[in-house]
Antibody, heavy 115, light 113 residues
Framework: QVQLQESGPGLVKPSETLSLTCTVP????????WNWIRQPPGKGLEWIGY???????NYNPSLKSRVTLSLDTSKNQFSLTLTSVTAADTAVYYC?????????WGQGTMVTVSS | DIVMTQSPDSLAVSLGERATINCKSS????????????LAWYQQKPGQPPKLLIY???TRESGVPDRFSGSGSGTDFTLTISSLQAADVAVYYC?????????FGQGTKVEIK
């Protein structure tokens, strides 16, 4: 079973930039669609966007102005950058694989936006 | 965006009894060119990521027990747990992947009565 691993700061100040990285084992990043999905505490799931191994992206329009996804195939990693964060961006952030229905998920990393 | 609405928000079912969760989409998620419904179901237990149960509305993911089944088409879908087990206590989400942005239902919490 593929295991994805998120990493990054657990605390970000309001108005600053949230940056997370997902490590993909075994070089398999050179295929598939790679997603970020988030879940505010006690709430439901929100798809943020995906990046294809070719580098093409698709974002949730509600976040598009603040989100950038990128790939580093040499490190088998993909990353999320979310600018101008507010308390509403406090959530567990999951990286995940596949387009459409998502079969492979990371364990998630909690990010709190607070001063 | 396609809005996904689940009902009920929570339900309590006795062990061994049937649990039924409904999901309604604000637009059809049926692709008539391939006759596939772009609808998935997930199970999420506390502190864990969601687990894919069902895709294409009724195809069970490998390793998922056959007591889980999905049905429906167009805008109305159902996840059925035929005989509830203690391990099935969780929150269940439906998701449409017909159009971007992919969207999820608000979740249905299943508990033991």
């Amino acid at each position: 079973q593929v295991q994805l691993q998120e990493s990054g700061p657990g605390l970000v100040k309001p108005s600053e930039t949230l940056s997370l990285t997902c490590t993909v084992p075994g070089g398999s990043i050179s295929s598939y669609y790679w997603n970020w999905i988030r879940q505010p505490p006690g709430k439901g799931l929100e798809w943020i966007g995906y990046i294809y191994y070719t580098g093409s992206t698709n974002y949730n329009p509600s976040l598009k102005s603040r989100v950038t996804l990128s790939l580093d195939t040499s490190k088998n990693q993909f990353s999320l950058t979310l600018t101008s964060v507010t308390a509403a961006d406090t959530a567990v952030y999951y990286c995940a694989r596949d387009q459409g229905f998502v079969a492979i998920w990371g364990q998630g990393t909690m990010v709190t936006v607070s001063s | 965006d396609i809005v996904m609405t689940q009902s009920p928000d929570s339900l309590a079912v006795s062990l061994g009894e049937r649990a039924t969760i409904n999901c309604k989409s604000s637009q059809s998620v049926l692709n008539r060119s391939n006759n596939k419904n772009y609808l998935a179901w997930y199970q999420q237990k506390p502190g864990q990521p969601p687990k894919l149960l069902i895709y294409w509305a009724s195809t069970r993911e490998s390793g998922v027990p056959d007591r889980f089944s999905g049905s429906g088409s167009g805008t109305d879908f159902t996840l059925t747990i035929s005989s509830l087990q203690a391990a099935d206590v969780a929150v269940y989400y439906c998701q449409q992947f017909y159009t971007i942005p992919w969207t999820f239902g608000q979740g249905t919490k299943v508990e033991i009565k």
